[in-house]
């Protein structure tokens, strides 16, 4: 089956600092990619949805100059978590579908990567 | 707006026994597809069984069946014959026909099996 990785699987960082998180697709072209996040005991929220060469579309509510998204090619998505706070520590978990995937365009899920701000 | 309803926030089942997990969902769409997840301490997503708006059948994946009731817009899921290793939240989710294909997830319901 398609095989969906993230780096780092968890990162500690302290307040005022970036951290950035990737999204790869190992065994397949991953046209749309999803960023979800999820804090303990709750559901996954989606944050944003990006499409490999063109801009991400953010749900509302999600400051795009804090949660920056970059995906520039069919098997790699980034997303930076810029001036990190306490607030921002959660599990962040990535997804990706492609044009090849089966026909309901099932998504794949990295996963995860636990991020704790002090 | 589309909307999907989980409303036991947690269950427990005897092992061997099977389990009923219940999903609602709201949309005024005519093509949508609801999926099972699972997601253990670990984390990771697992996809466990969709089953599509226009699907005449119910979806069955091994020990996974889903009690589609388009009527009652229901799409439970069902676990025969649990084991001890489906012990973990399990969320229903909704695609969104908004071309992106977003999933809409609901609260989830954290199952413990019992020996």
């Known amino acids: 089956g398609a095989v969906v990785s993230q780096h780092p699987s968890w990162v500690i960082c302290k307040s005022g600092t970036s951290v950035k998180i990737e999204c790869r697709s190992l065994?397949?072209?991953?046209?749309?990619m999803f960023w979800y996040r999820q804090f303990p005991k709750q559901s996954l929220m989606l944050m944003a949805t990006?499409?490999?060469?063109?801009?991400?579309?953010?749900e509302q509510g999600v400051e795009k100059d804090k949660f920056l998204i970059n995906h520039a090619s069919l098997t790699l998505s980034t997303l930076t978590v810029t001036s990190a706070h306490p607030e921002d520590s959660s599990f962040y978990i990535c997804?990706?579908?492609?044009?090849?995937?089966?026909?309901?365009?099932?998504?794949?899920f990295g996963p995860g990567t636990r991020l704790t701000v002090t | 707006a589309q909307k999907i309803t989980q409303t036991q926030p947690g269950m427990f089942v005897q092992e061997k026994e099977a389990v009923t997990l219940d999903c609602t969902y709201d949309?005024?769409?005519?093509?949508?597809?609801l999926f099972w997840y699972k997601q253990p301490s670990s984390g990771e997503m697992i996809f466990l069984i969709y089953?599509?708006?226009?699907?005449?059948q119910n979806a069955t994946e091994g020990r996974y069946s889903l009690n589609f009731q388009k009527a009652r817009k229901s799409a439970n899921l069902v676990i025969s014959a649990s084991q001890l290793g489906d012990s973990a939240m399990y969320f229903c989710?909704?695609?969104?026909?908004?071309?992106?294909?977003?999933?809409?997830f609901g609260a989830g319901t954290r199952l413990a099996v019992h020996p």
């Open positions: 989710a909704m695609r969104e026909a908004d071309g992106y294909n977003k999933l809409i």
């Open positions: 990006s499409n490999e060469g063109s801009k991400a579309t953010y």
């Open positions: 997804s990706a579908s492609g044009q090849a995937q089966r026909e309901h365009y099932e998504q794949y």
């Open positions: 089953q599509g708006s226009y699907d005449e």
């Open positions: 065994d397949f072209q991953a046209t749309t």
């Open positions: 949309t005024s769409d005519q093509s949508y597809g």
